[in-house]
């Protein structure tokens, strides 16, 4: 599996941007998707994830109430809609994969195997 990512941008505080993520190949049934972010000089942290069965979603409480994580399984696309943006924000986001996945550790970043390359969101203030 590879990924893409793309939508990233600038924008002013309390606007909004739509990440893709588009998968080539086949993503396991058992598996997920998931969003990560990395600010300059800061450790990688989750964002949002997805499961591909069922459809479950997974929050970080940092974002909650502002993105809404969502996936089309016969595009084999992710996407992530984030309102309100706020300068902390900031950072690039990657889309990660995972062919099987234990509930528990959805948001740890050492369950995802494939990862795409990132893009840049800034918030402006």
């Known amino acids: 599996v590879q990924l893409q990512a793309s939508g990233g941008g600038l924008v002013q505080a309390g606007g909004s941007l739509r990440l893709s993520c588009a998968a080539s190949?086949?993503?396991?049934?058992?598996?997920?998707m998931g969003w990560f972010r990395q600010a300059p000089g800061k450790a990688r942290e989750f964002v949002a994830a997805?499961?591909?069965?069922?459809?479950?979603?997974y929050y970080a409480d940092s974002m909650k109430g502002r993105i809404t994580i969502s996936r089309n399984n016969a595009k084999n696309a992710l996407y992530s809609q984030m309102n309100d943006l706020k300068p902390e924000d900031t950072a690039v986001y990657c889309c990660?994969?995972?062919?099987?996945?234990?509930?528990?550790?959805?948001?740890?970043?050492?369950?995802?195997?494939?990862w795409g390359q990132g893009t840049q969101v800034t918030v402006s203030s």
């Open positions: 990660a994969s995972s062919n099987t996945v234990i509930t528990s550790a959805i948001r740890q970043s050492q369950s995802y195997a494939v």
């Open positions: 190949g086949r993503t396991g049934s058992g598996g997920a």
């Open positions: 997805i499961k591909w069965s069922g459809g479950a979603t």
